[in-house]
């Protein structure tokens, strides 16, 4: 249940929530306190305004101190405020609080007091708490007779009101962040499994892909940053699934074609076990079984030649050749086949010789390839051509027959491994379809282009590029 994710978001909301409820809590208290002296203070001028009369009226003598006494009493009584009124010297001479009358006749020469004397009001808190059990706010009033200052009052009130105020802001401060925490501990709960279950599953089915079941899925349909990495780890899981079924159908195809020319073989040689045999025939079968003994060793040799390209490994061995030189011989190399099929091959070399940079060896394989392929899908009588140009930095071979052509459904398909078209046929032409892939390998290694067009009975032209030598 208390999974990382959880752990992590549930730390970095809390410290958030924390962060913002002190900053939160210390203005609030601050701007309540403030709001409270002021109010207060105001409140306080109001009363010492009030009784402000009645001090003129005493020191007017209309009234007796007793009158004055009692309502400053009243005001200690009501409002929990201690009064003092002094005269414009600074001495004391009426306090609302009979406990306090050791205060009449001292002469106060605080600062503020004086302040008061000279016709200022002033509000403070904390400057009397000497004379009191417990901290104190005060208001001073001046008090004018005939525009002079004749008397002064002072009320202090009593600060501890306002901390239990305080105390009960600090108590729903305090709530507040407990529940604000709960509610966020709760949610994350939520979002958290929300997040992780995705990411458990994907987990789970990697678990699953990597045992070999390849065509497990994610069922995410989220379009956050989650749903698209399900997205993408399907599109890897398809490409592996791919990846297996090519793995498993090549080795379906090379046994397949490791098994038809052992089975002649074997049928051919248990032939020539029989001891009456005619010669003829003798010869025969062994023209057979050496036909077919050769077969799988080109099948294997164009494998094992596969394998090194795919894997890597076969970095070319780049070297500066003549292109044409190249083709003229593969010509003479095939004139056996040519002669046999009564066909007719032309060579247009827009610039000899044309140097170029590439592994002589494999490009070599390349054009013999393309050549055997154009003899072999030619009827007796066609033409080959075979052209080499340059274009900037480099040069154009082309290989064109007038064979049978290559349907456009199979165009695509004629780069795969094994890959033969028109199955009728190739019974009777020979090939391991791995020639194509071989070519195409080779020019990749060389990171050129090979193209292909083709038109089903007029013929095919295949055309690659290499890189041309500089000094050319
Ligand atoms: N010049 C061509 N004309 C017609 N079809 C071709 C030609 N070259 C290749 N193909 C088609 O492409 C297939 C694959 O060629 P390749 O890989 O060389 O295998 P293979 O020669 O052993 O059949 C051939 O079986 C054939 O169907
Ligand atoms: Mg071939």
Do not use: C
């Amino acid at each position: 249940m208390f999974n990382t994710v959880f752990k992590k978001l549930v730390s970095v909301y809390l410290i958030v929530i924390l962060v913002i409820f002190a900053v939160l809590g210390v203005s609030m208290i601050k701007i309540f306190e403030n709001y409270y002296f002021e109010k207060r203070s105001e409140a306080l001028i109001v009363e010492g305004q009030k009784l402000n009369s009645t001090v003129i009226k005493y020191l007017n003598h209309q009234v007796t101190y007793e009158r004055l006494e009692i309502e400053m009493e009243a005001i200690e009584r009501f409002l929990n405020t201690k009064v003092w009124v002094v005269d414009k010297m600074g001495y004391v001479y009426g306090v609302s609080n009979r406990s306090e009358t050791k205060l009449i006749g001292r002469q106060l020469t605080e600062k503020d007091i004086v302040n008061v004397l000279k016709g200022n009001i002033i509000a403070k808190r904390g400057s009397y708490d000497e004379y009191f059990e417990s901290p104190v706010m005060t208001v001073g009033i001046p008090i004018f007779i005939n525009g002079k200052v004749e008397n002064g009052i002072f009320m202090h009130s009593p600060i501890y009101e306002i901390k239990e105020t305080l105390n009960e802001t600090y108590k729903i401060i305090i709530y507040s962040i407990l529940i604000s925490m709960t509610i966020a501990v709760i949610l994350l709960y939520f979002i958290s499994q929300k997040i992780s279950r995705p990411i458990k599953e994907i987990n789970q089915i990697t678990k699953v892909i990597a045992s070999g079941e390849f065509d497990k899925r994610v069922s995410i349909m989220s379009k956050d940053e989650i749903g698209q990495l399900a997205v993408s780890f399907n599109h890897m899981a398809e490409e592996l699934d791919k990846l297996e079924e090519m793995r498993k159908g090549f080795i379906a195809d090379v046994s397949h074609e490791l098994r038809t020319p052992l089975t002649l073989i074997k049928g051919y040689v248990k032939g020539l076990m029989d001891v009456e045999l005619s010669e003829e025939r003798r010869v025969e079968y062994l023209d057979i079984i050496n036909r077919e003994t050769g077969r799988l060793t080109e099948l294997i040799n164009n494998l094992l030649d596969l394998s090194k390209m795919e894997s890597g490994k076969d970095i070319p061995n780049m070297e500066v050749f003549d292109i044409n030189e190249l083709i003229r011989r593969i010509i003479i190399n095939y004139s056996n086949k040519l002669e046999e099929k009564d066909i007719n091959v032309e060579v247009r070399f827009n610039y000899d010789p044309t140097l170029v940079l590439a592994d002589k060896e494999s490009i070599s394989q390349v054009i013999s390839n393309l050549v055997d392929n154009a003899i072999k899908f030619m009827n007796s009588g066609g033409n080959l051509l075979i052209e080499t140009e340059t274009k900037e930095n480099k040069a154009l071979i082309s290989i064109k027959d007038t064979g049978i052509g290559i349907p456009e459904s199979d165009l695509n398909n004629i780069w795969q491994r094994f890959y033969k078209g028109d199955k009728a046929r190739s019974r009777q032409i020979k090939g391991t379809g791995l020639g194509l892939s071989i070519v195409k390998e080779i020019i990749k290694n060389h990171k050129e282009q090979i193209w292909v067009e083709s038109k089903v009975g007029e013929g095919t032209v295949f055309r690659f590029t290499l890189e041309l030598f500089n000094g050319n």
